[in-house]
């Protein structure tokens, strides 16, 4: 029987397909053995709003029941049900038995025992599987620095935290910044960085549509709007007079003012959020991809997904100064590195400009190729042991 592979995900299947469901839907598809896997979406509660529940079960009125069905070939999914209020004090504390409890349900369905469980989040998931189950801890971002970002109290996501690492079998790290931290508290975790589909960019097809009269040069940030990005660069970019085009969902209460200012410039173009199969025709449009982060604790830990998107592209990037950053700088001279709001806008109007031969273009893929998600799925079957 193939083995399986439970990965509890920070984010529902629904949402921004992010490094979670790729890793999930490579290992069923480039591991050196073929895998199974139940993803375990966040729980939803009675009264979530619909448009928080994922396009399945977005119909429904209520959910009173977890939801268990096939998603895709050898991946089934459960979206569990948490009590209202589930993030809560004094609440939380039930959410996460009743959790396990649905998973262990799904399991017994199916029929199945699991070789790994993989949690993508801090909370109480770990070490309950039984003892030929590999734990793995699954840290994407630094939850720690984003627990202000996300309205929750640091110091207990602390604790989540360490009693995570101590249950975890193997500790997978996004970057060695949380990687040192992690160590730190008694861990011994391995860099694990994010990947990219480089064969989803292969070819891009035709470009996407822009307002007429839009510049001809265009820079691109494909992502979510939200308070990671540091909205002054965007200025500074726009302030160029090059087109600037936003792929992506806008957070509603991030810098409000400011982004409908830069919006109803004449040469800004906000295409919204786009599904992941849609995005090459986005990237056929821009000469330059820009990946313009914050200077903050959690962007610091992390590992932007768009930069290896970009460079899979056979674009060139121009990023923020991000740790993650400057080291895929190191592999190719197609990413700059902006200082300050000016110098960044400048290096993109320079990297827009600039006529790539096809030996760069190919040599920006070649890096992509070496960050696939397919490279990372052999890399975790080996780790986790699940190779026979």
């Keep these: 029987m193939r083995p399986l592979v439970v990965?509890?995900?920070?984010?529902?299947?629904?949402?921004?397909?992010?490094?979670?469901?790729?890793?999930?839907?490579?290992l069923t598809r480039h591991a050196d053995i073929d895998i199974d896997i139940l993803w375990v979406d966040p729980p939803v509660s009675p009264v979530t709003p619909a448009r928080f529940r994922g396009t399945v079960s977005a119909g429904a009125s209520r959910m009173w029941r977890p939801l268990l069905r096939s998603q895709a070939p050898r991946i089934a999914r459960l979206t569990p049900v948490g009590p209202p209020g589930w993030t809560r004090p004094g609440v939380r504390s039930l959410t996460w038995p009743l959790v396990r409890a649905?998973?262990?349900?799904?399991?017994?369905?199916?029929?199945?025992?699991?070789?790994?469980?993989?949690?993508?989040?801090?909370?109480?998931?770990?070490?309950?599987?039984?003892?030929?189950?590999?734990?793995?801890?699954?840290g994407t971002d630094d939850w720690v620095a984003g627990a202000t970002l996300m309205n929750q109290d640091a110091h207990f996501v602390l604790r989540e935290e360490r009693e995570a690492l101590?249950?975890?079998?193997?500790?997978?790290?996004?970057?060695?910044?949380?990687?040192?931290?992690?160590?730190?508290?008694?861990?011994h975790p391995i860099v694990f960085p994010n990947g990219c589909d480089p064969e989803a960019y292969h070819h891009l097809g035709r470009p996407g549509p822009v307002p007429d009269e839009f510049p001809a040069r265009v820079a691109g940030l494909v992502g979510q709007l939200?308070?990671?990005?540091?909205i002054s660069v965007l200025e500074a970019v726009a302030d160029t007079g090059i087109g600037l085009l936003l792929v992506g969902p806008r957070e509603p209460g991030w810098e409000q003012g400011r982004v409908d200012g830069l919006l109803q410039r004449p040469n800004v173009h906000h295409v919204g959020a786009v599904p992941f199969e849609q995005l090459p025709q986005w990237f056929a449009r821009i000469d330059v991809g820009i990946t313009p982060y914050a200077d903050t604790p959690?962007?610091?830990?992390?590992?932007?997904?768009?930069?290896l998107e970009y460079l899979a592209a056979g674009l060139p990037v121009v990023s923020t100064d991000l740790p993650a950053s400057k080291r895929l700088a190191d592999?190719?001279?197609?990413?700059?590195?902006?200082?300050?709001?000016?110098?960044?806008?400048?290096?993109?109007?320079?990297?827009?400009?600039?006529?790539?031969?096809?030996?760069?273009?190919a040599q920006r893929r070649s890096v992509a190729r070496r960050h696939s998600w397919a490279a990372r799925a052999e890399t975790f079957t080996r780790l986790a042991g699940l190779l026979r």
């Design 7 to 26: 990965v509890a995900s920070g984010v529902t299947w629904d949402g921004v397909k992010g490094s979670e469901r790729q890793l999930a839907e490579s």
């Design 226 to 230: 939200s308070d990671r990005i540091d």
């Design 166 to 187: 101590a249950r975890a079998d193997l500790v997978l790290a996004v970057g060695p910044e949380l990687a040192e931290r992690w160590h730190e508290l008694g861990a």
């Design 102 to 138: 649905q998973i262990a349900w799904a399991l017994r369905k199916a029929g199945r025992r699991p070789d790994a469980f993989i949690a993508c989040t801090q909370h109480d998931l770990l070490g309950r599987w039984g003892d030929r189950v590999v734990d793995v801890l699954y």
């Design 298 to 307: 959690f962007n610091r830990a992390s590992f932007p997904l768009k930069t």
């Design 331 to 361: 592999e190719t001279d197609s990413i700059q590195i902006g200082g300050n709001a000016r110098g960044f806008a400048d290096a993109v109007v320079k990297a827009a400009i600039d006529q790539a031969s096809p030996d760069v273009v």
